[in-house]
C-alpha cells in the first residue's frame, strides 16, 4: 500500500495536468452544439483507462452520448467493483458570472481549500471526482497492486437524466455484474469532517404552459379584461406551497417514509452551522418547511422549486406587451418511499385544476428519478468507512444527500448490488453554478482512499481483520478536530480497531 501511495506523490502534477486537460473539453450533453465535445470527452476517458491498465475499453454508441465501458479482472474468485461516473457537465451558463472561462481551468486560492481549487466546469461534478478513480486504478497498476476485480462504467447523459442508461444496463447485465457499484458524485461535510452519502433525493421534473390569447397584445388596449398568462402562472406557482413549506398538492406527502425520531436526532447530531451556512450563502434567513432542520429539510423532506420561469419581454428597457404564453421548469426532490410518476401525476392533475377559465395550461414531464437509500450494515459501507478513517484520521459520519442521482435505484433493481457513495467534493463547491471548482486537496485525498477501499473490501470479504493504528494516535485526532469545530457532542468518534466483522 505504502507504494501506491508513493506513486500517487510522485505523480501529484502529473494527475493534475491531466484533470485539467480532460476539464478543457467542454462536454455539456444538454446543448446538441456540444455533441461533438462530447464525443472528444468520451475518447480522451477511454484512452485514460486503457493507459491505467484498464482492458476491453470500449466506446459504446447510444442514441445519445456514449457510455465508456472497461475492465480489469485480475481473478475471476476475487469480488468485483463497479465503478460509475459521468464525464458530462452541466452547460455552463451564465457565462458572465464566471471569474475564469468555464473550460479554461485555473488553480486559485480560495476559502475552505488550503492547497486552492480547480475552477473549472464539472471540475467537481463529476469530471474531477470520476478522474480519481482513473488516477486511482493506474497507482494500483503500476505498483502490480490490484486486490479485486475492477470494472468502469462512465456515461455521458447523467445531467440530462441519464436516458440511456437503463437500457445499456439491462442489455449489459453480463458484462457489468458486480458485488457492489462505487460512486465518487456527491459530497463530504467538510475537509476536517468526512462523511459518507447514504441516501439520494428523487426528482419529478416538469415543465408547464400556460397560455392566453392567440397573440402578444398591447398591455393597454387590452390589458384589465383579457388574462395575463404570466400573472396567472405567478398566481398558481404560490398556491402550491403554503407559508409553513408544506406542498399544497393532494396527495403529495401519502408515501413519504417518516423518519424516526431517534434517526432525526442522530442526523441532528452531525457537525451543522447555521450561522456559517447563512453567512456564506449571504441570506439572513433560511425559509423551509416548518417543524424540520435545515439538515432535514435537504435531506430526508421532499421540495418543490420553480428553476427557471420566462415570457413577454425580458429584454432592454421597457415593451408594454401582454403576453401570449408563459413558462416554467418546475423541480420536485422526493425522499421515500415516493414515486417519481405518481408524484408527476398528482401534480398535472393539480395544476390543471388550478387553471382559471381564461387560460389553457399543459404540463410536459421531464427526465424524473428514484430516491435512493444505501444501508451502513454491509461490508462495503465498513470497507469504504475504514478507508476513509485511514486518509482523514476520523471516522467518516453517514449523512443523507439532498442531490439526486437516478441510477443507485437502477443499480440496485437491475444488478441488484448496493452502491457506495464515496464523495469527496463539498456543498460550497458551486457544482451547476457559475464558477464550480474543487480543491485540489480533495482531488488527491480522493485518489488516496480509493485505493484503501478496494484493499480493505477484499480483505473484510475473505474474512479478515483489519487494524487502522493505535487507539491513542485517532483519540487525539478526534479530539483535535472536536475542540476546533466545537462539535463537543456530536458524534465524532473513531475506531481504531475493526473487529471482526
Ligand atoms: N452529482 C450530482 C448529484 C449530487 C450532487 C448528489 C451533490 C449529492 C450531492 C448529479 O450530477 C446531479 O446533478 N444530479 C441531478 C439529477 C439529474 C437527474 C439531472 C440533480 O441532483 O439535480
Ligand atoms: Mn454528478
Ligand atoms: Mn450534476
Not at 485505493?451 to 487507539?471: D, H, M, Q
Amino acid at each position: 500500500m505504502g507504494e501506491i501511495q508513493n506513486y500517487i506523490k510522485k505523480n501529484r502534477k502529473k494527475f493534475l495536468n491531466e484533470l485539467l486537460d480532460l476539464l478543457r473539453i467542454p462536454s455539456v450533453s444538454a446543448d446538441p452544439a456540444f455533441a461533438g465535445d462530447v464525443k472528444k470527452t468520451a475518447q480522451s476517458v477511454a484512452k485514460s483507462l486503457k493507459a491505467a491498465g484498464c482492458k476491453n475499453v470500449i466506446i459504446n454508441k447510444t442514441k445519445g452520448h456514449p457510455i465508456v465501458t472497461g475492465e480489469l479482472i485480475v481473478n475471476k474468485k476475487l469480488p468485483t467493483v463497479l465503478v460509475y461516473g459521468h464525464y458530462d457537465v452541466q452547460p455552463a451558463d451564465p457565462i458572465e458570472l464566471w471569474d475564469n472561462p468555464p473550460f479554461e481551468p485555473v488553480i486559485k486560492k480560495v476559502k475552505g481549500h488550503k492547497e486552492g481549487a480547480i475552477f473549472a466546469r464539472g471540475a467537481c461534478d463529476d469530471k474531477g471526482q470520476m478522474y480519481m478513480h482513473v488516477k486511482a486504478l493506474e497507482a494500483m497498476t503500476k505498483t502490480k497492486n490490484v486486490p479485486c476485480n475492477i470494472k468502469f462504467m462512465i456515461e455521458g447523459e447523467e445531467e440530462v437524466g441519464s436516458v440511456n442508461l437503463e437500457s445499456f444496463i439491462r442489455k449489459n447485465k453480463k458484462t457489468l455484474a458486480c458485488d457492489v457499484v462505487l460512486v465518487s458524485d456527491t459530497s463530504i461535510i467538510s475537509n476536517e469532517v468526512p462523511s459518507i452519502t447514504t441516501g439520494l433525493r428523487g426528482l419529478s421534473y416538469v415543465e408547464v404552459e400556460v397560455s392566453g390569447a392567440n397573440r402578444d397584445l398591447h398591455s393597454g388596449v387590452y390589458g384589465g379584461a383579457v388574462a395575463n398568462p404570466l400573472n396567472v402562472l405567478a398566481d398558481m406557482i404560490s398556491s402550491l406551497k403554503g407559508k409553513n413549506g408544506k406542498i399544497r398538492i393532494p396527495n403529495f406527502y401519502d408515501d413519504v417514509l417518516e423518519v424516526s425520531k431517534k434517526e432525526r436526532a442522530a442526523m441532528n447530531k452531525a457537525p451543522f452551522d447555521i450561522k456559517e451556512y447563512k453567512s456564506e450563502l449571504k441570506i439572513n434567513a433560511t425559509m423551509g418547511e416548518k417543524g424540520y432542520t435545515v439538515l432535514e429539510q435537504t435531506s430526508i423532506r421532499p421540495t418543490l422549486d420553480v428553476n427557471g420561469m420566462w415570457g413577454g419581454y425580458i429584454g432592454e428597457g421597457a415593451k408594454t406587451v401582454l403576453p401570449a404564453k408563459a413558462f416554467a421548469k418546475i423541480s420536485m426532490r422526493l425522499v421515500p418511499h415516493q414515486d417519481p410518476n405518481k408524484i408527476t401525476k398528482l401534480f398535472s392533475k393539480h395544476f390543471n385544476a388550478l387553471a382559471p377559465k381564461g387560460v389553457r395550461v399543459k404540463v410536459t414531464p421531464h427526465h424524473g428519478g428514484e430516491p435512493a437509500v444505501t444501508p451502513t450494515d454491509t461490508l462495503e459501507y465498513k470497507a469504504a468507512s475504514l478507508a476513509m478513517e485511514k486518509t482523514y484520521g476520523l471516522e467518516p459520519i453517514p449523512q443523507r444527500s439532498g442531490g439526486s442521482i437516478p441510477i443507485v435505484s437502477l443499480f440496485e433493481n437491475i444488478l441488484k448490488v448496493k452502491t457506495v457513495l464515496l464523495g469527496f467534493g463539498l456543498n460550497t463547491d458551486d457544482i451547476h453554478s457559475p464558477n464550480e471548482h474543487f480543491g485540489v486537496e480533495n482531488y488527491f485525498k480522493g485518489i488516496s482512499t480509493i485505493p484503501y477501499f478496494y484493499e480493505y473490501y477484499a480483505a473484510l470479504k475473505s474474512g479478515k481483520k483489519i487494524r487502522l493504528g493505535s487507539e491513542k494516535e485517532t483519540k487525539s485526532k478526534t479530539k483535535k478536530v472536536q475542540k476546533k469545530l466545537n462539535v463537543a457532542k456530536s458524534k465524532l468518534t473513531t475506531k481504531p480497531f475493526v473487529k471482526k466483522l
